[in-house]
């Protein structure tokens, strides 16, 4: 029963959370337009947060629960390699979020990511799958030259 409370007190301190940021802190809310943009990537997903980063135009992001009502707005920094980024906390685990590069109020297709499960929890299904990316270049010579050198500076620490 108490393990019950506890989960539900969470569940309403990150809601107040979210509904506390919907502004950003600006007084500025989702009601702008989407923005095209070019390498749009979500990173550091956990069960509490994402990085979402993107090149472009686009100087904000929101997101929220339902694909037409985004409520969350955060201003974007820009980072290296002109990259522009915004770093959402206080989500809910397990939870589907849609999200927009423009701060517009509705997501476009396809614009979603849910939030992993607690700590400690395993997904509905029991499995755990890992995606690992990489840029592996075109395979030449000089590629193979520089891996053996980062290689040793790893092993070397």
């Not at 007190?9 to 950003?24: K, M, T």
């Not at 009502?69 to 939870?95: I, N, R, S, W």
């Not at 297709?109 to 299904?125: E, N, R």
Request: overall charge negative; hydrophobic content about 35%; aromatic content about 6%.
């Amino acid at each position: 029963m108490s393990g019950r409370i506890l989960i539900t007190a969470l569940s309403i301190v990150s809601l107040l959370a979210l509904s506390a940021c919907s502004d950003g802190g600006n007084n500025r809310k989702c009601k702008g337009e989407e923005v095209p943009t070019e390498r749009l990537f979500l990173q550091q997903l956990s069960d509490t947060s994402v990085v979402i980063k993107w090149r472009g135009a686009a100087t904000a992001a929101c997101i929220g629960t339902l694909q037409d009502t985004l409520k969350v707005y955060a201003d974007a920094t820009v980072t290296e390699g002109d990259h522009k980024q915004v770093t959402f906390t206080g989500l809910l685990p397990k939870v589907t979020y849609f999200y927009s590069i423009g701060a517009a109020r509705q997501a476009p297709a396809g614009q979603y990511f849910t939030t992993h499960p607690q700590p400690g929890s395993l997904p509905a299904d029991g499995n755990t799958r890992i995606w690992l990316i990489g840029d592996s270049g075109t395979g030449g010579d000089d590629e193979r030259e520089d891996h053996e050198g980062e290689a040793l500076e790893v092993l070397a620490g």
